[in-house]
């Protein structure tokens, strides 16, 4: 695990999720999740966005 760096899971023995959130010099905040099925229809999805710390910082106050 990077220094700087947040993992999280959830599953509920049907949907998970895996949260990877990392600080990166360049990039800002780098968020990945990736959403699935235990019963594998049309799944997992894996998505990644950039976010400024500030953007950030709004989306958890709001």
Do not use: C, W
Not at 5 to 26: C, G, Q, V
Not at 31 to 44: A, E, I, W
Not at 45 to 52: F, G, L, R, S, Y
């Amino acid at each position: 695990m990077r220094e700087r760096e947040k993992k999280a899971h959830y599953d509920d023995s049907y949907y998970f999720e895996d949260y990877d959130i990392h600080l990166d010099n360049r990039d800002g905040l780098v968020v990945t999740l990736t959403t699935g099925s235990y019963s594998g229809q049309g799944m997992p999805i894996k998505d990644t966005e950039h976010v400024t710390v500030e953007d950030f910082r709004l989306a958890i106050i709001a």
